[in-house]
């Protein structure tokens, strides 16, 4: 009798610690991955940091999608050319650097409210949320880019998503579905993190920033990274221990695939 009482104390106990919102739910942290410095020798990567200007994309507990992709970005950026690639950026903005250090003190996370679009300085992230023909100028960049510099060209579009539910966490990882067939790199992420438990795995879309008559590089994705309407996953998109590791899973997803 003592013993089965103690036994559903204890199964209460653990019903109660894993409810959501009660307590606090871990970070998936994932492990350190170390990436050779010619890993990505040669490989344009197109980062395109998702929202900017007057659209913040997702806000939950007043952190804005926009600032978090911006800084993912950033660091993506750094952790490419550290493999040997060249990062390249759909947008300007004074949010995106390329000289954050692992382990220093980061600035503290911006609005990316100054964000216009390389390709159409005067169109772009000036008018609310953004439209499509500004989501089209980022795909024209990075077809650019691939034109200008050759076919070894990957293009990554950086989001944080958000639910109704404080619940659902976790990203996805998102393709054209104008494609035929998911690109390598599409399966290359899907697999890797999937494994780490960071997204739930892959789904066609029609994406602006990959639509086909714009973005011409066929290896393009648009990754969820986390979904920060859950306070565990903003916790992590907020820590730059986590961005770093995240950023080089990113890049090592790149080079195997
Ligand atoms: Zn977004």
Redesign the pocket.
């Known amino acids: 009798m003592v013993v089965s009482v103690l036994a559903v104390l204890g199964v209460i106990a653990v019903a109660v610690r894993q409810r959501p919102g009660f307590g606090r739910e871990l970070v998936v942290m994932p492990p350190n991955v170390v990436l050779r410095s010619d890993a990505l020798a040669g490989v344009n990567v197109v980062i395109d940091p ?2 900017g200007g007057t659209d913040p ?2 806000v939950r507990s007043g952190v804005t ?1 926009a600032s978090l992709n911006y800084r993912m970005a950033s660091v993506l950026a750094v952790v490419v050319r550290q493999a040997g690639g060249i990062p390249w950026f759909t947008i300007t903005s004074a949010s995106l650097s390329t000289n954050l250090v692992e382990g220093e003190a980061e600035p503290p996370l911006t609005e990316p409210i100054d964000a216009m679009s390389r390709e159409a300085p005067d169109v772009a992230l000036r008018s609310g949320r953004e439209d499509t023909q500004s989501l089209y100028r980022r795909g024209d960049y990075a077809t650019r880019i691939q034109r200008d510099h050759g076919d070894t060209t990957v293009f990554i579009a950086l ?2 998503d958000a639910a109704d539910n404080s619940i659902k966490r976790g990203g996805i990882v998102l393709w054209e579905s104008r494609q035929r067939t998911p690109p390598p790199l599409v399966l290359s992420l899907t697999a890797r993190f999937t494994r780490l438990h960071l997204v739930s795995g892959r789904q066609g879309r029609h994406l602006g920033v990959l639509a086909p008559a714009h973005n011409e590089v066929t290896d393009r994705v648009l990754m969820e990274l986390a979904t920060i309407s859950n306070s565990a996953d903003r916790r992590g998109a907020m820590d730059p221990v986590w961005r770093w590791r995240v950023a080089r899973h990113l890049a090592a997803a790149i080079a195997a695939r």
């Open positions: 998702g929202h994309g997702a999608e989001h944080h």
